[in-house]
């Protein structure tokens, strides 16, 4: 603690003078009747009740005091009297600091500016801040502040606060959807011996008690068709996925995602399911299917439709359009001379498909705004599909994006056990260590056929709530520590 911060001593002497009148703020007990906004809602002259929560603003006014309380809800007004609280109220009042935290007890009434208070009858001191708050009235701008220290940011920017609560609202609501289409939640390890079902870099750990090194998982998949070969017919997980990769404004090395799995159903019952999941949870949370994303100023950047046509196009197709209808015709070397001359950079090692894909990624994906299926995409992008009947290049697959991202994935799921075999051995590259053979010995049981859908949420949140960067939709996101 800072003890040569003026601002803190003052508040630590303060501290001290409250305990020399016998009151320890760190002690005390309070139990609400209701919220603050439940006391302006249910107004009643002369309505008893018990609110508690932190001052956020006093004014004096001769002989009286007036506070602002303010709990999660909204904030009230207190009025306060001396010869109605008594002398020791009236001294913990002087030494009361804006970010206190206090309970209030009185009735409700309305002052001449018709502004619902409530007059303090009882005063009990809940907590003291030694810190003082941030500007109130310029709010908490610095943006690495913001992150680091999150309670500040909630705090000081009403519009954060809102952002998280709605965030809840959206987790709440998809597992509604769920449950009335009956399917069942379900929790798997994070800890993976193996780490499937995706392409990925994954942390390493090591499980002192097995004495062996473990992965945090990077995809939901391989244990959830566990359970449709088990016999669970429909099921889903939110949970949290971790890809020791980049970090921007898109990418959280921890990240939540949520995958659903429906026996007996295919890529195209997905694309049912998940235009219906997003729309009712956007209608739910947010009364509507126009989504406005704004700037700082406030001013409308774009507007996503969620009500409009959701397109659906070939992968191959929109790679025509921006590559050139010649595109897939191309050799390899010719491919990545025309990729790299539309400003497409490539590695070093670029297989042909990857190719096609950063430039589909890179040019194309940021064009997306509107809700759009991406079907039928490369079969090597997606070895847990099942192959196209219609072109054997290609994999039963939907990619929806909007807002210029990917937001949910979509697979007529591969049951086969030998093709599942050969695919994921391509992918492993010959290392052996690599396949989940576990996986592979399920699949021979025998699993039924179905469809099998991953969502990002921080991105759909991101759509939703009208925010351009991951981090101000993740509570506490990945920081490079201070030292």
Request: proline residues 5%.
């Amino acid at each position: 603690m800072d003890q040569t911060n003026p601002l803190i001593q003052q508040r630590l002497t303060k501290l001290e003078n409250l305990k020399e009148l016998g009151i320890d703020p760190f002690k005390g007990h309070f139990t609400p009747s209701e919220t603050c906004k439940q006391a302006r809602d249910q107004y009643e002259e002369g309505r008893q009740v018990s609110l508690c929560g932190r001052m956020t603003a006093h004014r004096e006014m001769g002989k009286s005091r007036f506070f602002d309380l303010k709990d999660q809800s909204d904030r009230i007004q207190i009025y306060a009297k001396k010869n109605l609280i008594g002398d020791q109220a009236w001294q913990i009042l002087d030494l009361l600091d804006l970010g206190d935290f206090m309970g209030i007890k009185g009735p409700l009434f309305t002052t001449k500016t018709g502004e619902i208070s409530v007059k303090m009858e009882e005063l009990t001191l809940l907590g003291k801040a030694i810190r003082p708050m941030p500007e109130k009235w310029h709010g908490l701008a610095d943006t690495e502040t913001r992150y680091r220290q999150r309670y500040l940011d909630l705090m000081a920017n009403p519009q954060v606060k809102e952002t998280f609560i709605n965030r809840s609202r959206i987790l709440k609501e998809i597992r509604t959807f769920l449950d009335k289409r009956g399917f069942m939640e379900v929790e798997t390890p994070m800890m993976q011996p193996i780490p499937g079902g995706a392409a990925a870099q994954p942390f390493v750990t090591h499980y002192n008690a097995l004495n062996s090194d473990f992965f945090l998982r990077i995809a939901l998949e391989l244990n959830l068709k566990r359970l449709l070969v088990g016999g669970l017919d429909r099921v889903f997980e939110l949970g949290r996925n971790f890809r020791n990769e980049g970090l921007s404004r898109r990418h959280n090395p921890e990240f939540t995602m949520l995958e659903v799995y429906q026996a007996y159903g295919d890529y195209r019952s997905m694309m049912e399911l998940t235009q219906s999941l997003i729309c009712e949870v956007a209608q739910n949370v947010l009364g509507t299917l126009t989504i406005e994303h704004k700037d700082a100023e406030g001013n409308a950047i774009r507007t996503i439709e969620l009500d409009g046509e959701w397109k659906e196009i070939r992968y191959k197709d929109l790679v025509r359009e921006k590559g050139g209808t010649d595109w897939f015709d191309l050799s390899a070397e010719e491919r990545i001379s025309r990729a790299e001359s539309l400003g497409v950079d490539l590695g070093e090692k670029f297989e042909d498909f990857e190719v096609s894909n950063a430039l589909f990624e890179k040019l194309i994906e940021p064009t997306l705004i509107q809700p759009t299926f991406v079907t039928h995409l490369p079969k090597e992008l997606i070895p847990l599909a099942k192959i196209s009947p219609e072109d054997s290049s290609c994999v039963e697959v939907f990619e929806l994006c909007i807002n210029g991202q990917e937001i949910a994935p979509a697979y007529t799921e591969q049951n086969d056990p030998i093709t599942q075999r050969m695919q994921l051995e391509d992918q492993a590259g010959g290392e052996q260590q690599k396949l989940d053979e576990d996986f592979l010995v399920s699949l021979e049981h025998g699993m039924p056929p179905a469809g099998g859908m991953g969502m990002g949420v921080d991105r759909l949140c991101m759509m939703l709530l009208g925010q351009e960067s991951i981090r101000d939709v993740i509570l506490f996101p990945q920081l490079k520590p201070k030292n």
